[in-house]
Protein backbone atom coordinates (compact mmCIF):
# COMPACT_ATOMS: atom_id res chain seq x y z
CA UNK A 1 0.00 0.00 0.00
CA UNK A 2 0.84 3.36 -0.30
CA UNK A 3 2.02 6.01 2.26
CA UNK A 4 -0.86 7.70 1.88
CA UNK A 5 -3.13 4.51 2.80
CA UNK A 6 -1.44 3.61 5.06
CA UNK A 7 -1.74 7.04 6.79
CA UNK A 8 -5.78 6.89 6.21
CA UNK A 9 -5.36 3.41 7.73
CA UNK A 10 -4.06 4.00 11.33
CA UNK A 11 -6.21 7.51 11.29
CA UNK A 12 -9.32 4.97 11.44
CA UNK A 13 -8.21 3.44 15.14
CA UNK A 14 -7.63 0.05 13.04
CA UNK A 15 -3.64 0.45 14.63
CA UNK A 16 -1.57 -1.48 16.90
CA UNK A 17 -1.43 -4.38 14.71
CA UNK A 18 2.30 -6.02 14.37
CA UNK A 19 4.95 -7.85 15.48
CA UNK A 20 8.68 -7.97 15.88
CA UNK A 21 9.27 -10.64 13.42
CA UNK A 22 8.42 -10.60 9.56
CA UNK A 23 5.49 -9.11 8.55
CA UNK A 24 2.45 -11.16 8.65
CA UNK A 25 -0.11 -10.82 5.46
CA UNK A 26 -0.48 -14.28 3.91
CA UNK A 27 -3.94 -14.22 1.72
CA UNK A 28 -6.76 -16.04 3.13
CA UNK A 29 -8.45 -19.09 1.49
CA UNK A 30 -10.94 -17.89 -0.79
CA UNK A 31 -14.37 -17.76 0.30
CA UNK A 32 -17.53 -19.57 -0.92
CA UNK A 33 -19.54 -17.84 -3.23
CA UNK A 34 -22.41 -16.03 -0.97
CA UNK A 35 -25.94 -16.93 -1.89
CA UNK A 36 -27.72 -14.10 -3.21
CA UNK A 37 -31.45 -14.92 -1.39
CA UNK A 38 -31.97 -12.03 1.44
CA UNK A 39 -34.89 -10.61 3.10
CA UNK A 40 -37.21 -9.03 0.36
CA UNK A 41 -37.74 -5.85 2.34
CA UNK A 42 -33.98 -5.48 3.65
CA UNK A 43 -32.13 -3.58 0.85
CA UNK A 44 -28.16 -4.03 0.83
CA UNK A 45 -26.79 -1.01 2.12
CA UNK A 46 -25.05 0.91 -0.46
CA UNK A 47 -21.70 -0.54 -2.12
CA UNK A 48 -18.04 1.30 -1.87
CA UNK A 49 -17.16 2.16 -4.70
CA UNK A 50 -14.04 0.42 -5.33
CA UNK A 51 -13.30 1.87 -9.27
CA UNK A 52 -10.63 1.48 -11.37
CA UNK A 53 -7.63 2.89 -9.10
CA UNK A 54 -7.57 0.70 -6.43
CA UNK A 55 -4.82 2.69 -4.63
CA UNK A 56 -7.75 5.50 -4.76
CA UNK A 57 -10.35 3.20 -3.71
CA UNK A 58 -8.13 1.68 -0.62
CA UNK A 59 -8.07 5.35 0.31
CA UNK A 60 -11.07 6.39 0.15
CA UNK A 61 -12.53 3.74 1.66
CA UNK A 62 -10.58 3.76 4.55
CA UNK A 63 -11.30 7.53 5.14
CA UNK A 64 -14.75 6.36 5.36
CA UNK A 65 -14.52 3.96 7.96
CA UNK A 66 -12.04 6.91 10.26
CA UNK A 67 -15.24 8.64 11.77
CA UNK A 68 -17.01 4.86 13.12
CA UNK A 69 -13.95 2.88 13.96
CA UNK A 70 -13.15 5.43 16.62
CA UNK A 71 -16.19 4.91 18.43
CA UNK A 72 -15.57 2.23 20.43
CA UNK A 73 -18.29 3.31 22.94
CA UNK A 74 -20.46 2.39 20.09
CA UNK A 75 -18.98 -1.02 19.94
CA UNK A 76 -19.24 -1.50 23.73
CA UNK A 77 -22.46 -0.87 23.72
CA UNK A 78 -23.88 -3.51 21.41
CA UNK A 79 -21.68 -6.31 22.44
CA UNK A 80 -22.86 -5.41 25.79
CA UNK A 81 -26.30 -6.01 24.75
CA UNK A 82 -24.95 -9.00 23.03
CA UNK A 83 -23.45 -10.38 25.87
CA UNK A 84 -27.27 -10.03 27.92
CA UNK A 85 -29.46 -10.71 24.87
CA UNK A 86 -31.13 -14.34 25.46
CA UNK A 87 -33.08 -16.05 23.03
CA UNK A 88 -36.59 -16.48 24.20
CA UNK A 89 -36.83 -20.06 23.49
CA UNK A 90 -33.98 -22.72 23.42
CA UNK A 91 -35.39 -24.98 20.98
CA UNK A 92 -33.04 -27.16 19.23
CA UNK A 93 -33.73 -28.41 15.87
CA UNK A 94 -29.89 -29.99 14.53
CA UNK A 95 -30.37 -30.07 10.23
CA UNK A 96 -27.58 -31.13 7.66
CA UNK A 97 -26.54 -28.90 5.20
CA UNK A 98 -23.96 -30.11 2.74
CA UNK A 99 -22.93 -26.50 1.65
CA UNK A 100 -22.63 -25.39 5.03
CA UNK A 101 -20.21 -28.40 6.06
CA UNK A 102 -18.07 -27.95 3.30
CA UNK A 103 -17.73 -24.14 3.78
CA UNK A 104 -16.69 -24.27 6.85
CA UNK A 105 -13.58 -25.65 8.99
CA UNK A 106 -15.87 -25.53 12.47
CA UNK A 107 -18.81 -27.52 12.99
CA UNK A 108 -21.38 -25.02 12.07
CA UNK A 109 -23.19 -27.29 9.85
CA UNK A 110 -24.94 -29.44 13.02
CA UNK A 111 -25.76 -26.62 14.57
CA UNK A 112 -26.70 -24.16 12.28
CA UNK A 113 -31.18 -24.61 12.94
CA UNK A 114 -30.51 -24.37 16.84
CA UNK A 115 -32.84 -22.32 18.44
CA UNK A 116 -30.14 -19.99 19.92
CA UNK A 117 -28.12 -19.67 16.43
CA UNK A 118 -31.04 -18.46 14.87
CA UNK A 119 -31.96 -16.13 17.31
CA UNK A 120 -28.54 -14.50 17.42
CA UNK A 121 -28.78 -14.52 13.55
CA UNK A 122 -31.46 -12.05 13.82
CA UNK A 123 -30.01 -10.36 16.83
CA UNK A 124 -26.86 -9.08 13.99
CA UNK A 125 -29.53 -9.00 11.35
CA UNK A 126 -31.78 -6.58 13.58
CA UNK A 127 -30.85 -4.72 16.81
CA UNK A 128 -26.84 -4.73 16.00
CA UNK A 129 -27.43 -4.26 12.26
CA UNK A 130 -25.15 -0.99 11.60
CA UNK A 131 -22.28 -2.42 13.76
CA UNK A 132 -22.55 -5.45 12.36
CA UNK A 133 -21.67 -4.01 8.69
CA UNK A 134 -19.03 -2.31 10.07
CA UNK A 135 -16.94 -4.81 11.89
CA UNK A 136 -17.29 -6.66 8.65
CA UNK A 137 -15.20 -3.95 7.00
CA UNK A 138 -13.08 -4.11 9.77
CA UNK A 139 -12.57 -8.07 9.05
CA UNK A 140 -10.56 -8.69 5.82
CA UNK A 141 -8.03 -5.66 7.43
CA UNK A 142 -7.04 -8.40 10.48
CA UNK A 143 -8.34 -11.96 8.97
CA UNK A 144 -4.91 -12.97 7.14
CA UNK A 145 -2.73 -12.21 10.11
CA UNK A 146 -4.99 -13.73 12.58
CA UNK A 147 -6.01 -16.69 9.89
CA UNK A 148 -2.55 -17.29 10.25
CA UNK A 149 -2.04 -17.24 13.93
CA UNK A 150 -4.43 -19.98 14.17
CA UNK A 151 -2.88 -21.75 11.74
CA UNK A 152 0.48 -21.98 13.23
CA UNK A 153 -1.06 -23.12 16.83
CA UNK A 154 -3.24 -25.91 14.74
CA UNK A 155 -6.53 -24.19 15.24
CA UNK A 156 -9.32 -23.83 12.11
CA UNK A 157 -8.96 -20.21 10.81
CA UNK A 158 -13.10 -20.21 11.19
CA UNK A 159 -12.50 -18.80 14.75
CA UNK A 160 -11.01 -15.56 13.58
CA UNK A 161 -15.00 -14.69 14.20
CA UNK A 162 -14.56 -14.99 18.02
CA UNK A 163 -12.78 -11.82 17.80
CA UNK A 164 -16.02 -10.27 16.07
CA UNK A 165 -18.03 -11.08 19.02
CA UNK A 166 -15.76 -10.23 21.70
CA UNK A 167 -14.28 -6.15 20.72
CA UNK A 168 -15.69 -6.50 16.89
CA UNK A 169 -12.29 -6.45 15.45
CA UNK A 170 -11.39 -2.77 17.62
CA UNK A 171 -7.88 -3.19 19.57
CA UNK A 172 -8.93 -0.45 21.88
CA UNK A 173 -12.18 -2.42 23.18
CA UNK A 174 -12.67 -2.38 27.20
CA UNK A 175 -15.18 -4.19 28.73
CA UNK A 176 -16.79 -3.28 31.82
CA UNK A 177 -15.39 -6.43 33.46
CA UNK A 178 -11.94 -4.37 32.20
CA UNK A 179 -11.33 -7.20 29.76
CA UNK A 180 -8.82 -4.74 26.96
CA UNK A 181 -8.37 -5.31 23.24
CA UNK A 182 -9.29 -7.25 20.52
CA UNK A 183 -9.44 -10.08 22.32
CA UNK A 184 -10.65 -9.19 25.38
CA UNK A 185 -7.92 -10.38 27.54
CA UNK A 186 -8.21 -10.41 31.36
CA UNK A 187 -4.68 -8.55 33.10
CA UNK A 188 -4.17 -12.19 34.95
CA UNK A 189 -4.95 -14.15 32.00
CA UNK A 190 -3.01 -12.31 29.45
CA UNK A 191 0.01 -11.90 32.10
CA UNK A 192 -0.25 -15.95 31.97
CA UNK A 193 0.48 -15.32 27.77
CA UNK A 194 3.26 -12.87 27.77
CA UNK A 195 1.35 -9.82 27.88
CA UNK A 196 2.58 -7.21 29.44
CA UNK A 197 0.41 -4.27 31.19
CA UNK A 198 0.95 -1.39 33.79
CA UNK A 199 1.24 1.95 33.78
CA UNK A 200 3.63 2.08 30.72
CA UNK A 201 2.44 -0.82 28.39
CA UNK A 202 -0.63 -2.89 27.58
CA UNK A 203 -0.12 -5.24 25.34
CA UNK A 204 -3.47 -6.64 25.20
CA UNK A 205 -3.92 -3.22 23.14
CA UNK A 206 -1.21 -4.86 20.64
CA UNK A 207 -3.00 -6.85 17.96
CA UNK A 208 -0.55 -8.77 17.27
CA UNK A 209 0.65 -10.23 20.21
CA UNK A 210 -2.71 -10.05 21.50
CA UNK A 211 -3.87 -12.41 18.48
CA UNK A 212 -0.35 -14.86 19.29
CA UNK A 213 -1.71 -14.69 22.57
CA UNK A 214 -5.46 -15.60 21.71
CA UNK A 215 -4.13 -18.72 19.61
CA UNK A 216 -1.87 -19.91 22.13
CA UNK A 217 -4.90 -20.02 24.45
CA UNK A 218 -7.13 -21.32 22.72
CA UNK A 219 -4.94 -24.03 21.72
CA UNK A 220 -4.32 -24.72 25.36
CA UNK A 221 -8.07 -24.91 25.94
CA UNK A 222 -8.70 -26.79 22.42
CA UNK A 223 -6.09 -30.01 23.91
CA UNK A 224 -7.55 -29.53 27.59
CA UNK A 225 -10.77 -30.28 26.14
CA UNK A 226 -10.03 -32.87 24.29
CA UNK A 227 -10.30 -31.35 20.70
CA UNK A 228 -13.43 -29.64 21.14
CA UNK A 229 -13.35 -25.70 19.66
CA UNK A 230 -16.45 -25.22 20.91
CA UNK A 231 -15.79 -26.25 24.45
CA UNK A 232 -12.66 -23.93 23.89
CA UNK A 233 -14.47 -21.46 22.93
CA UNK A 234 -16.45 -21.80 25.88
CA UNK A 235 -13.95 -21.67 28.41
CA UNK A 236 -12.25 -18.74 26.52
CA UNK A 237 -15.46 -17.20 27.74
CA UNK A 238 -15.64 -18.28 31.16
CA UNK A 239 -12.53 -20.31 31.88
CA UNK A 240 -11.83 -23.62 31.90
CA UNK A 241 -12.20 -24.98 35.61
CA UNK A 242 -15.98 -23.50 35.38
CA UNK A 243 -16.63 -25.42 32.02
CA UNK A 244 -14.25 -28.61 33.76
CA UNK A 245 -16.82 -28.47 36.74
CA UNK A 246 -20.06 -28.11 34.56
CA UNK A 247 -18.70 -31.00 32.55
CA UNK A 248 -18.00 -33.29 35.68
CA UNK A 249 -21.09 -32.21 37.27
CA UNK A 250 -22.82 -33.09 33.73
CA UNK A 251 -21.48 -36.76 33.78
CA UNK A 252 -19.35 -36.55 31.11
CA UNK A 253 -15.72 -34.78 32.24
CA UNK A 254 -13.36 -32.52 30.21
CA UNK A 255 -11.79 -36.01 29.44
CA UNK A 256 -14.50 -38.37 30.13
CA UNK A 257 -16.67 -40.29 27.14
CA UNK A 258 -19.29 -38.92 25.10
CA UNK A 259 -22.24 -41.53 23.63
CA UNK A 260 -23.13 -39.96 20.28
CA UNK A 261 -27.02 -40.93 20.63
CA UNK A 262 -28.33 -38.77 18.09
CA UNK A 263 -28.78 -39.94 14.41
CA UNK A 264 -27.58 -36.57 12.90
CA UNK A 265 -24.50 -37.55 14.04
CA UNK A 266 -23.07 -39.98 11.91
CA UNK A 267 -24.54 -38.24 9.25
CA UNK A 268 -21.81 -34.78 9.83
CA UNK A 269 -20.74 -36.26 12.94
CA UNK A 270 -19.49 -35.09 16.05
CA UNK A 271 -15.74 -36.23 16.05
CA UNK A 272 -14.77 -33.37 18.50
CA UNK A 273 -17.86 -34.08 20.91
CA UNK A 274 -18.71 -30.58 20.07
CA UNK A 275 -22.40 -31.53 21.00
CA UNK A 276 -21.15 -31.52 24.57
CA UNK A 277 -21.13 -27.78 24.67
CA UNK A 278 -24.83 -27.94 24.26
CA UNK A 279 -25.69 -30.64 26.43
CA UNK A 280 -23.75 -28.51 28.97
CA UNK A 281 -25.49 -24.84 27.73
CA UNK A 282 -29.04 -26.43 28.52
CA UNK A 283 -28.39 -26.93 32.60
CA UNK A 284 -27.64 -24.28 35.22
CA UNK A 285 -24.25 -25.33 35.54
CA UNK A 286 -22.74 -22.26 33.41
CA UNK A 287 -23.57 -18.64 32.94
CA UNK A 288 -25.90 -17.25 30.01
CA UNK A 289 -23.46 -15.35 28.41
CA UNK A 290 -21.24 -18.44 27.99
CA UNK A 291 -24.39 -20.37 27.13
CA UNK A 292 -24.79 -18.35 24.10
CA UNK A 293 -21.15 -17.88 23.67
CA UNK A 294 -20.71 -20.45 20.80
CA UNK A 295 -23.90 -19.93 19.07
CA UNK A 296 -22.89 -16.41 18.51
CA UNK A 297 -20.05 -17.70 17.14
CA UNK A 298 -21.61 -20.14 14.85
CA UNK A 299 -24.33 -17.04 13.76
CA UNK A 300 -21.56 -14.36 13.44
CA UNK A 301 -19.38 -16.92 11.02
CA UNK A 302 -22.46 -17.75 9.03
CA UNK A 303 -23.48 -13.83 8.09
CA UNK A 304 -19.59 -13.22 7.80
CA UNK A 305 -19.17 -16.31 5.32
CA UNK A 306 -22.31 -15.16 3.45
CA UNK A 307 -23.14 -11.60 4.18
CA UNK A 308 -25.01 -10.75 1.15
CA UNK A 309 -27.47 -13.99 2.03
CA UNK A 310 -28.57 -11.71 5.40
CA UNK A 311 -28.76 -8.53 3.75
CA UNK A 312 -25.58 -7.26 3.92
CA UNK A 313 -22.71 -6.19 1.55
CA UNK A 314 -20.01 -8.55 0.68
CA UNK A 315 -16.95 -8.08 2.40
CA UNK A 316 -14.88 -5.49 0.97
CA UNK A 317 -11.51 -5.96 -1.01
CA UNK A 318 -8.40 -4.03 1.33
CA UNK A 319 -5.26 -4.47 0.93
CA UNK A 320 -3.92 -6.58 3.85
CA UNK A 321 -2.15 -5.39 6.88
CA UNK A 322 1.29 -5.12 6.94
CA UNK A 323 3.70 -3.30 9.23
CA UNK A 324 7.47 -2.47 9.50
CA UNK A 325 8.82 -3.16 13.21
CA UNK A 326 12.13 -1.61 14.47
CA UNK A 327 13.58 -1.79 18.07
CA UNK A 328 13.90 1.31 19.84
CA UNK A 329 15.54 2.18 23.34
CA UNK A 330 13.43 3.60 26.05
CA UNK A 331 12.50 5.94 26.66
CA UNK A 332 11.84 7.58 23.73
CA UNK A 333 8.50 9.79 22.66
CA UNK A 334 6.59 8.44 19.64
CA UNK A 335 5.95 11.78 19.03
CA UNK A 336 9.58 12.94 18.69
CA UNK A 337 10.11 9.76 16.31
CA UNK A 338 7.15 10.86 14.03
CA UNK A 339 8.58 14.19 13.47
CA UNK A 340 12.34 13.60 13.10
CA UNK A 341 10.92 11.09 10.58
CA UNK A 342 8.45 12.99 9.03
CA UNK A 343 5.36 10.23 9.51
CA UNK A 344 1.98 11.17 10.37
CA UNK A 345 1.68 11.56 14.27
CA UNK A 346 -1.49 10.08 14.45
CA UNK A 347 -0.24 7.05 12.27
CA UNK A 348 2.56 6.72 14.42
CA UNK A 349 0.30 6.41 17.95
CA UNK A 350 -2.65 4.07 16.06
CA UNK A 351 -0.10 1.65 15.45
CA UNK A 352 1.49 1.27 18.99
CA UNK A 353 -1.64 1.70 21.34
CA UNK A 354 0.37 -0.13 23.78
CA UNK A 355 2.13 2.68 24.93
CA UNK A 356 -0.10 4.23 27.25
CA UNK A 357 1.93 7.83 28.13
CA UNK A 358 2.52 7.54 24.65
CA UNK A 359 7.02 7.08 25.66
CA UNK A 360 8.45 3.82 25.31
CA UNK A 361 9.22 2.57 29.12
CA UNK A 362 11.89 3.57 30.90
CA UNK A 363 13.40 0.20 31.52
CA UNK A 364 16.32 -1.16 30.28
CA UNK A 365 17.10 -3.05 26.71
CA UNK A 366 15.01 -2.08 23.33
CA UNK A 367 11.34 -2.21 22.64
CA UNK A 368 9.64 -2.06 18.95
CA UNK A 369 7.98 0.20 17.55
CA UNK A 370 5.56 -0.09 14.33
CA UNK A 371 5.66 2.22 11.42
CA UNK A 372 4.19 1.98 8.62
CA UNK A 373 5.69 -0.65 5.94
CA UNK A 374 8.54 0.47 3.66
CA UNK A 375 9.34 3.35 6.17
CA UNK A 376 11.41 1.11 8.88
CA UNK A 377 14.56 1.63 7.65
CA UNK A 378 14.58 5.80 7.09
CA UNK A 379 12.67 5.74 10.84
CA UNK A 380 15.46 3.81 11.92
CA UNK A 381 18.84 5.82 10.77
CA UNK A 382 16.60 8.82 12.33
CA UNK A 383 16.34 7.39 16.03
CA UNK A 384 20.11 6.37 15.70
CA UNK A 385 21.08 9.95 15.32
CA UNK A 386 19.02 11.47 18.43
CA UNK A 387 20.79 11.56 21.75
CA UNK A 388 18.81 10.71 24.81
CA UNK A 389 17.70 13.96 25.46
CA UNK A 390 16.14 14.53 22.22
CA UNK A 391 14.23 11.68 22.32
CA UNK A 392 11.99 12.90 24.90
CA UNK A 393 10.78 16.44 24.21
CA UNK A 394 10.70 18.84 27.19
CA UNK A 395 7.17 20.12 28.46
CA UNK A 396 5.60 22.86 30.37
CA UNK A 397 4.42 22.30 34.18
CA UNK A 398 1.78 24.94 35.55
CA UNK A 399 2.33 25.88 39.17
CA UNK A 400 -0.50 24.84 41.42
CA UNK A 401 -1.55 26.99 44.45
CA UNK A 402 0.59 26.51 47.35
CA UNK A 403 3.15 25.05 45.34
CA UNK A 404 7.49 25.59 45.78
CA UNK A 405 10.16 25.41 43.22
CA UNK A 406 11.35 22.83 45.81
CA UNK A 407 8.54 21.01 45.58
CA UNK A 408 8.43 21.02 41.68
CA UNK A 409 11.89 20.49 41.41
CA UNK A 410 11.82 17.21 43.99
CA UNK A 411 8.69 15.78 41.66
CA UNK A 412 10.66 15.51 38.71
CA UNK A 413 14.18 15.29 40.20
CA UNK A 414 15.85 18.47 39.66
CA UNK A 415 17.29 20.99 41.89
CA UNK A 416 16.00 24.64 42.30
CA UNK A 417 18.93 25.46 40.59
CA UNK A 418 18.46 23.83 37.25
CA UNK A 419 14.81 24.92 36.95
CA UNK A 420 16.12 28.25 36.91
CA UNK A 421 18.44 27.62 34.84
CA UNK A 422 15.70 26.71 32.75
CA UNK A 423 13.78 29.28 33.54
CA UNK A 424 16.31 32.38 33.73
CA UNK A 425 12.98 34.71 34.28
CA UNK A 426 12.22 33.29 37.33
CA UNK A 427 13.73 34.70 40.53
CA UNK A 428 14.09 31.50 43.23
CA UNK A 429 14.06 34.05 46.10
CA UNK A 430 10.34 35.52 45.19
CA UNK A 431 8.89 32.12 44.49
CA UNK A 432 6.15 31.49 41.79
CA UNK A 433 3.03 32.50 41.59
CA UNK A 434 -0.03 29.67 40.50
CA UNK A 435 -0.49 29.20 36.92
CA UNK A 436 3.05 30.21 36.00
CA UNK A 437 4.34 27.61 33.66
CA UNK A 438 8.01 26.95 33.73
CA UNK A 439 9.95 24.68 31.17
CA UNK A 440 10.82 21.31 32.61
CA UNK A 441 13.36 18.97 30.56
CA UNK A 442 12.22 16.30 28.72
CA UNK A 443 14.02 13.15 30.82
CA UNK A 444 12.51 14.98 33.67
CA UNK A 445 9.23 14.31 32.62
CA UNK A 446 9.86 10.57 32.90
CA UNK A 447 11.31 10.84 36.24
CA UNK A 448 8.35 12.89 36.77
CA UNK A 449 5.99 9.90 35.68
CA UNK A 450 8.25 7.24 37.80
CA UNK A 451 7.55 9.90 40.66
CA UNK A 452 3.27 9.78 40.25
CA UNK A 453 3.77 5.77 39.67
CA UNK A 454 5.44 5.88 43.28
CA UNK A 455 2.91 7.74 44.96
CA UNK A 456 0.37 5.87 43.76
CA UNK A 457 2.17 2.79 44.98
CA UNK A 458 2.33 4.31 48.12
CA UNK A 459 -1.05 5.82 48.38
CA UNK A 460 -2.57 2.83 48.02
CA UNK A 461 -0.85 1.03 50.76
CA UNK A 462 -1.47 4.19 52.98
CA UNK A 463 -5.36 3.96 52.34
CA UNK A 464 -5.20 0.50 52.72
CA UNK A 465 -3.49 0.88 56.15
CA UNK A 466 -5.88 3.68 57.05
CA UNK A 467 -8.88 1.81 56.36
CA UNK A 468 -9.44 4.79 53.95
CA UNK A 469 -10.11 7.12 56.51
CA UNK A 470 -7.04 9.65 58.21
CA UNK A 471 -7.57 12.10 61.44
CA UNK A 472 -5.82 15.38 60.07
CA UNK A 473 -2.93 16.32 62.02
CA UNK A 474 -1.43 19.60 62.59
CA UNK A 475 0.08 21.22 60.13
CA UNK A 476 -1.47 19.31 56.82
CA UNK A 477 -3.23 20.40 54.07
CA UNK A 478 -5.41 19.11 51.42
CA UNK A 479 -2.37 19.32 48.75
CA UNK A 480 0.14 16.88 51.27
CA UNK A 481 -2.61 14.59 51.78
CA UNK A 482 -3.32 13.78 48.10
CA UNK A 483 -0.05 13.60 47.52
CA UNK A 484 0.36 11.31 50.48
CA UNK A 485 -2.81 9.02 49.65
CA UNK A 486 -2.17 9.07 45.96
CA UNK A 487 -5.12 10.89 45.02
CA UNK A 488 -7.04 14.41 43.79
CA UNK A 489 -7.70 17.33 45.70
CA UNK A 490 -10.88 17.50 44.05
CA UNK A 491 -11.55 14.13 45.11
CA UNK A 492 -10.56 14.53 48.81
CA UNK A 493 -12.95 17.59 48.26
CA UNK A 494 -15.88 15.38 46.90
CA UNK A 495 -15.51 12.64 49.15
CA UNK A 496 -16.07 14.67 52.26
CA UNK A 497 -18.12 17.23 51.32
CA UNK A 498 -15.16 20.12 51.81
CA UNK A 499 -16.99 22.84 49.27
CA UNK A 500 -14.79 25.00 46.75
CA UNK A 501 -12.39 26.02 49.22
CA UNK A 502 -11.78 22.48 50.88
CA UNK A 503 -11.03 24.13 54.27
CA UNK A 504 -10.01 21.59 56.52
CA UNK A 505 -8.68 21.58 60.42
CA UNK A 506 -6.66 19.50 62.59
CA UNK A 507 -8.69 16.63 63.99
CA UNK A 508 -11.18 16.49 61.01
CA UNK A 509 -11.27 12.64 59.69
CA UNK A 510 -11.49 12.88 56.51
CA UNK A 511 -12.07 9.94 53.51
CA UNK A 512 -9.15 9.36 51.44
CA UNK A 513 -10.48 6.59 49.24
CA UNK A 514 -13.96 6.34 47.47
CA UNK A 515 -17.19 5.11 49.74
CA UNK A 516 -17.63 1.79 49.25
CA UNK A 517 -20.81 0.21 48.53
CA UNK A 518 -22.23 -3.32 47.86
CA UNK A 519 -19.70 -6.14 46.83
CA UNK A 520 -17.26 -3.51 46.39
CA UNK A 521 -18.30 -1.32 43.93
CA UNK A 522 -17.86 2.24 44.20
CA UNK A 523 -20.02 4.54 44.30
CA UNK A 524 -19.74 7.13 41.35
CA UNK A 525 -18.07 10.77 42.28
CA UNK A 526 -19.91 13.86 41.78
CA UNK A 527 -16.96 16.20 41.85
CA UNK A 528 -14.79 16.28 38.99
CA UNK A 529 -10.83 16.12 39.00
CA UNK A 530 -8.58 17.86 36.55
CA UNK A 531 -5.63 17.61 34.18
CA UNK A 532 -3.20 19.95 33.41
CA UNK A 533 -2.65 19.14 29.34
CA UNK A 534 1.41 17.71 28.93
CA UNK A 535 3.08 18.17 25.58
CA UNK A 536 1.87 14.89 23.39
CA UNK A 537 -1.74 14.86 25.25
CA UNK A 538 -4.80 13.73 23.18
CA UNK A 539 -8.36 13.85 23.65
CA UNK A 540 -7.43 10.03 23.23
CA UNK A 541 -4.63 9.65 25.72
CA UNK A 542 -6.22 11.32 28.29
CA UNK A 543 -9.64 9.88 28.04
CA UNK A 544 -8.26 6.56 28.60
CA UNK A 545 -5.20 7.47 31.23
CA UNK A 546 -8.44 8.37 33.60
CA UNK A 547 -10.80 5.47 32.18
CA UNK A 548 -13.46 8.27 30.83
CA UNK A 549 -15.02 8.25 26.95
CA UNK A 550 -13.60 10.78 24.77
CA UNK A 551 -16.94 12.21 24.17
CA UNK A 552 -17.45 12.47 28.10
CA UNK A 553 -14.51 14.67 28.58
CA UNK A 554 -15.26 16.45 25.24
CA UNK A 555 -18.64 17.24 26.73
CA UNK A 556 -17.01 18.10 30.25
CA UNK A 557 -14.86 20.96 28.45
CA UNK A 558 -16.68 22.34 25.30
CA UNK A 559 -14.27 20.83 23.04
CA UNK A 560 -15.20 19.37 19.54
CA UNK A 561 -14.31 16.49 17.58
CA UNK A 562 -10.58 16.51 16.00
CA UNK A 563 -9.72 19.42 18.27
CA UNK A 564 -5.94 19.84 19.95
CA UNK A 565 -5.16 20.09 23.48
CA UNK A 566 -2.99 23.52 24.26
CA UNK A 567 -0.43 22.33 26.55
CA UNK A 568 -0.59 23.83 29.90
CA UNK A 569 -4.49 23.88 29.42
CA UNK A 570 -6.60 22.66 32.83
CA UNK A 571 -9.13 20.17 31.57
CA UNK A 572 -11.91 19.19 33.80
CA UNK A 573 -12.20 15.27 34.04
CA UNK A 574 -15.67 14.21 34.56
CA UNK A 575 -16.64 11.80 37.21
Sequence with gaps: MTRRIWTALVTIGLGGCASQG??????????????SERPADRPLPPAPDLGVD???????????????????????DILERLRNAAPASDSEALTVGTDLAEMFDINVARYAEHGRVRYYLDFFQGPARDRMAIWLTRLPVY???????????????????????????????????????????????????????????????????????????????????????????????????KVSRGLKRLGTGAAGDYEEDDESADQVGDANGDDRFFNLSDTRYLRKETKDYVPKLIA???????????????????????????????????????????????????????????????????????????????????????????RIPGFVHVVSKKETLKAIGKRYGLSV???????????????????????????????????????????????????????????????????????????????????RKGTIRAGQFLRVSPIREGRGRSRVQSAKATHVVRPGDTLTSVARRYGVTVKALMAANGLRAGQGLKTGRRITIPA
Design 22 to 35: PRVAPAPEPRSEPR
Design 54 to 76: RALADTLFLRRLASDSLSDRKDM
Design 143 to 241: EPMIRAALAANGLPGDLVYLALIESGYSSTAVSRSKAVGMWQFMKATGHDYGLRADRWVDDRRDVVKATQAAARHLADLTRTFNGSYYLAAAAYNAGAG
Design 300 to 390: AAMIAKQPEKYGFQPIPKVSPFTVDSIPVPGPTSLDVLARRSGLDRGAIEALNPQYLRGITPPDAGQWWVRVPPGEGARAAQVLAELTPDE
Design 417 to 499: AELVDFNPSINPKAGVKAGTELKVPGLARIRGFLADDARETAGRRARAASGGRHRVRKGESLISLAERFGVSESQLKAWNHLG
